[in-house]
């Protein structure tokens, strides 16, 4: 059983940045993959970025190549998101997720657990 709990969303101008944070609890067992998710208003939800258990490997989407960064801090049980040059188009409610799995992933299917999502507002 995991827990993931996002914080660090809000209301920025474009061209800002912000920091997302995912904490992670529970048994896990062993290392796992973690994601970041994201979904706009009438919109599907999209893969952003994913890293490894160990950090050495990360997949970042197209859209926020460049941008956005994806990071772990294993001993702190916490993902981040660090996101910056961010454009309207970035709006969104953005979710961590975490798979048992070592290895990155950019589908949903493969993801076990889910955040509550935190809100992110870009404004022009």
């Known amino acids: 059983q995991v827990q993931l709990v996002e914080s660090g969303g809000g209301l920025v101008q ?3 940045s912000l920091r997302l944070s995912c904490a992670a ?5 062993g290392g796992y993959a973690m994601g970041w998710f ?26 926020v190549k460049g941008r956005f960064t994806i990071s ?3 001993a702190k049980n916490t993902v981040y998101l660090q996101m910056n040059s961010l454009k309207p188009e970035d709006t969104a409610v953005y979710y961590c997720a975490s798979t048992t799995g070592f290895r990155v992933a950019t589908t949903q299917e493969l ?4 955040g509550q999502g935190t809100q992110v507002t870009v404004s022009s």
Request: proline content about 2%; aromatic content about 14%; overall charge negative.
């Open 72 to 74: 772990r801090d294993n």
């Open 111 to 114: 993801y076990d657990y889910w």
């Open 14 to 16: 474009a061209g800002g």
């Open 38 to 63: 994201r979904q706009a208003p009438g919109k599907e939800r999209e893969f952003v970025a994913a890293i490894s258990w160990s950090g050495g490997s990360t997949d970042v989407a197209d859209s």
């Open 25 to 29: 609890s529970g048994r896990t067992f």
